[in-house]
C-alpha cells in the first residue's frame, strides 16, 4: 500500500526553525517529484513548496521564499522541509504529497500525507 508520512511537526517560538520530513511507505520516492502544502485553520490548503524528481529543481511559494528549504535524499527515500524564521502565521498541518505521473514541478497531487502539526507561539 503506497502511503506518505510525514515526520517532524510541534511546537516551536516565533523565529525558530523546523525540519519536517516526509518518506515513503510501499514505494521508492525517487521517481517522483515531492510537493509540500499546508493547511492552516479556517483556510484552505496551499502549495508552498516543490522538488523535482532528481533535485534539480525546487519552487516556492511566496510566503516562504528565503526561508524554507526543500531537499531530497532518494538513497534515503526522504524528502525534507527546512523552515527557518517561522511566524505565528505558519502554523498549520503540513502535508507531502505526490502525483504517481509527475517527476516534475508543479503537478496536481494524487497521494496526501497524514499531515504533521506545526504550532508557533509569538
Known amino acids: 500500500q503506497l502511503r506518505l508520512v510525514e515526520s517532524g511537526g510541534g511546537s516551536v517560538q516565533s523565529g525558530g526553525s523546523k525540519t519536517l520530513s516526509c518518506t515513503a511507505s510501499?514505494?521508492?520516492?525517487?521517481?517522483?517529484?515531492i510537493g509540500w502544502f499546508r493547511q492552516a485553520p479556517g483556510k484552505e490548503r496551499q502549495g508552498i513548496s516543490c522538488?523535482?524528481?532528481?533535485?534539480?529543481?525546487?519552487n516556492y511559494h511566496d510566503s516562504v521564499k528565503g526561508r524554507f528549504t526543500i531537499s531530497r535524499n532518494n538513497a534515503q527515500n526522504t524528502v525534507y522541509l527546512q523552515m527557518n524564521n517561522l511566524k505565528p502565521g505558519a502554523a498549520a498541518i503540513y502535508y507531502c504529497?505526490?502525483?504517481?505521473?509527475?517527476?516534475?514541478?508543479?503537478?496536481?497531487?494524487?497521494?496526501w500525507g497524514q499531515g504533521t502539526q506545526v504550532s508557533v507561539s509569538s
Open positions: 522538488i523535482s524528481s532528481s533535485g534539480g529543481t525546487t
Open positions: 510501499g514505494f521508492i520516492l525517487e521517481s517522483y517529484a
Open positions: 504529497t505526490l502525483d504517481l505521473g509527475s517527476s516534475i514541478c508543479p503537478f496536481g497531487p494524487s497521494h
